[in-house]
């Protein structure tokens, strides 16, 4: 991936709505290759798909849950019937494998606290647990969906890898 692909990416992550001319001006290409471009870093999964990000205040969703579980069993049987009991939940936004005192953190949204407490229920009614801490965010500081896009990752114009 080089620079433009850098552009690219940036500019989707922040709209993903460009149109592909929108998006061609700004990298400073003309559409046909800016389209190939965007259709590469699909094929290739760098782009994984396009999505609509909604407030979640709006749509009712009013509190956002870090619940840190420690597993007590490390089993492959038991990993398979915790991923499919949180797959199965709407309400778990990301699930994360941690190192250090927490095995998982999972980011769940939900109403309020008696759908979170119906979702506890389930959650240990699913699999044996060592302990579940659950941590209530009071408000959001910063939310962003678009990764840092560092240009040492990229090669510049001129095929040489980036700098930093």
């Not at 797959?87 to 953190?105: I, K, Q």
């Amino acid at each position: 991936m080089d620079e433009i692909d850098r552009k690219i990416i940036g500019l989707l992550q922040n709209d993903a709505t460009l149109s592909v001319a929108q998006l061609a001006d700004k990298v400073g290409l003309s559409p046909t290759p800016c389209w190939k471009r965007v259709q590469k870093l699909e094929t290739n999964g760098v782009i994984t798909r396009r999505v609509a990000l909604v407030d979640p205040e709006k749509i009712g969703v009013g509190l956002i849950v870090y619940v840190a579980i420690e597993a007590g069993d490390h089993t492959p049987e038991w990993l398979a019937r915790f991923t499919a009991a949180i797959a199965a939940m709407p309400e778990v936004m990301e699930a994360h494998r941690m190192a250090g005192e927490v095995d998982y953190m999972l980011r769940v949204a939900v109403t309020g606290m008696s759908e979170f407490d119906a979702l506890y229920k389930r959650l240990i009614a699913a699999v044996p647990m060592r302990n579940v801490t659950s941590r209530f965010a009071m408000e959001g500081l910063k939310y962003t969906t678009a990764y840092p896009l560092h240009r040492g990752r990229f090669r510049d114009r001129s095929g040489r890898e980036g700098e930093g």
